[in-house]
């Protein structure tokens, strides 16, 4: 097929008579370039004789949540609402407030939060829960499909009018209702104000409008959210609350501060740290940022952060920007790691390494981060477009 500039016309139009939704061509570009470089990669292998089960011939292939149809979309939200109505396997004498498989999920997140965080396990952490979470999806919901992104920058003009926040029944659910609130101050280092914005509320809309969140908070962020006596064990149920931010994502979650995380960093020190902030220079990182747009409780809770469905979506577009990276230079990268093991190494703590074992609890088997470094090896076998 070729492209003519004819050709490209309507969708240039488009561009430039709604703001939404934004052009992504830079990242997507950089996205081709790395699946070529891993098609090249698996023919290598093949001549050297490495065995490959997972191949570009049969791999899963994750999709951005708007290139979805309708259909697609509800069977995806669908899933997740089962997962909710499914009982835990948490123990509920430890976990009293573990009542959901989906709590499954999010306790054991809460449980480990200030060691998979600005850590050198933060990526191959996420990496393995996300798809954990996505063959729970499949095998104990029925869905069929695999886990959707959000691909931050497309959406960053205006995030409550996305395919993601309309709030309609297509959607991951709306912003939550007007409910007046002082500053979301999202960093740690206090230095910073994400203002208030036309929610704050309980979200009304969408597939998940009834439905609660059992733990946390546990270090929320939203102005007058409260800390019950709770160390994310106890049943605490309630609403999911947004404040839908498009002072976040047009400042740290542009289609520009993706695609110069991709090429302006070529070690995996530099990568992960530009990507989760420089807190103490005022700088999100998308990783934040993206946490950020939505915002609430429990969206904005570095631990109980997994209670709003859209959790998933925002990391599949993490792990997609390290897939990304990764196939830049599969050589000098696939098996990059740096940093510690503590959060932001405090307390200070010895150098994480690829023989180190990641735990998801009763949700998955242990493994090493040597076998999550891979989306063709290991567990995995998926790509993204
Ligand atoms: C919480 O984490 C600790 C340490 O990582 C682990 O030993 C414990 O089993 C976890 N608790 C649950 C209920 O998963
Ligand atoms: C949380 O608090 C409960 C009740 O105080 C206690 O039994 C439990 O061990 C605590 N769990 C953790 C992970 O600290
Ligand atoms: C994101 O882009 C904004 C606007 O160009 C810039 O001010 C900010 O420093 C960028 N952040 C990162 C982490 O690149
Ligand atoms: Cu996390």
């Known amino acids: 097929m070729r492209f003519s500039t004819v050709a490209l016309a ?15 061509i830079d990242t997507d570009i950089l996205a081709a370039k790395g699946f070529l470089n891993l098609a090249t990669y698996q023919i290598t292998q093949l001549f050297a004789g490495v065995k490959q ?45 573990a009542k ?3 709590d499954d999920f999010l306790y054991t997140h809460i449980n480990q939060t200030l060691s998979i965080h600005g850590t050198a396990n933060f990526l191959s952490w996420h990496r393995y829960f996300t798809w954990t979470y996505e063959q729970a999806l499949r095998n104990e919901c029925g869905y069929q499909g695999y886990q959707p992104y ?18 309609s029944d297509y959607s991951m659910s709306g912003n939550g209702v007007f409910q007046a609130h002082d500053c979301t101050q999202a960093l740690p280092t206090q230095l910073n104000c994400v203002p208030p914005g036309a929610g704050g509320g309980c979200i009304n809309s ?40 498009s002072w976040v994502s047009t ?7 993706t695609t110069d995380l991709i090429t302006g960093y070529t070690t995996i020190d530099d990568f992960q740290t530009t990507m989760q902030g420089d807190f103490a220079n005022g700088e999100y990182g998308v990783h934040t940022a993206g946490h950020f747009i939505a915002a609430g409780d429990p969206g ?16 599949g577009q993490i792990d997609r920007v390290w897939w990304i990276w990764q196939n830049q230079d599969i050589k000098n990268r696939q098996n990059a790691i740096g940093g510690t093991i503590t959060l932001n190494n405090s307390p200070p703590s010895r150098d994480g390494t690829l023989d180190d074992i990641i735990s998801l609890g009763v949700n998955a088997p242990d ?3 040597r076998d999550l470094m891979s989306t063709t090896a290991g567990p995995f076998c998926y790509v993204y477009i």
């Open 10 to 24: 309507p969708l240039l139009a488009v561009s430039t008579a709604s703001s939404l939704p934004a052009l992504t």
């Open 53 to 97: 089960t997972c191949t570009l011939a049969n791999t899963a292939v994750r999709r951005e949540w708007g290139t979805l149809s309708k259909a697609e979309r509800k069977s995806y939200t669908d899933a997740v609402l089962c997962l909710m109505s499914k009982p835990a396997r948490t123990d509920s004498k430890v976990v009293p407030g």
């Open 100 to 102: 959901s498989r989906y």
């Open 150 to 167: 959000w691909n931050w920058g497309k959406w960053a003009n205006d995030p409550a009018n996305s395919p993601i926040f309309d709030g």
């Open 206 to 245: 969408g597939p998940f409008k009834n439905s609660k969140v059992n733990l946390g908070p546990v270090s929320p962020t939203l102005s007058g959210v409260g800390l019950v006596p709770n160390n994310g064990t106890v049943y605490n149920p309630r609403c999911i609350r947004r404040d839908v931010s």
């Open 251 to 257: 400042r740290y979650a542009s289609e520009k501060n």
């Open 300 to 315: 904005g809770d570095i631990f109980t952060s997994p209670g709003d469905p859209v959790f998933w979506l925002h990391h």
């Open 367 to 369: 493994i090493k981060i």
